[in-house]
């Protein structure tokens, strides 16, 4: 082998465990939990909430 080609499966080996070390760590995390707003069941679509009804000035 020449040493063009030991040079390049040495950055291919070097690129590889970069790799793996990367995704092992990417997919040791856990999900993250949902909020508790997420949880409840009475959420509604911003389409259906209801505007904020303004005072009269005449109270």
């Known amino acids: 082998m020449t040493s063009t080609s030991v040079t390049a499966l040495a950055i291919i080996a070097a690129l590889i ?3 793996h070390i990367a995704a092992g760590t ?3 995390h856990p999900p993250t939990n949902p909020s508790p707003d997420m949880l409840t ?3 509604t679509c911003p389409g259906e909430a209801k ?3 303004s005072s009269s000035p005449f109270d």
């Open 51 to 53: 505007p904020p009804v």
């Open 26 to 28: 990417v997919l040791a």
């Open 17 to 19: 465990l970069v790799l």
């Open 41 to 43: 069941d009475d959420a």
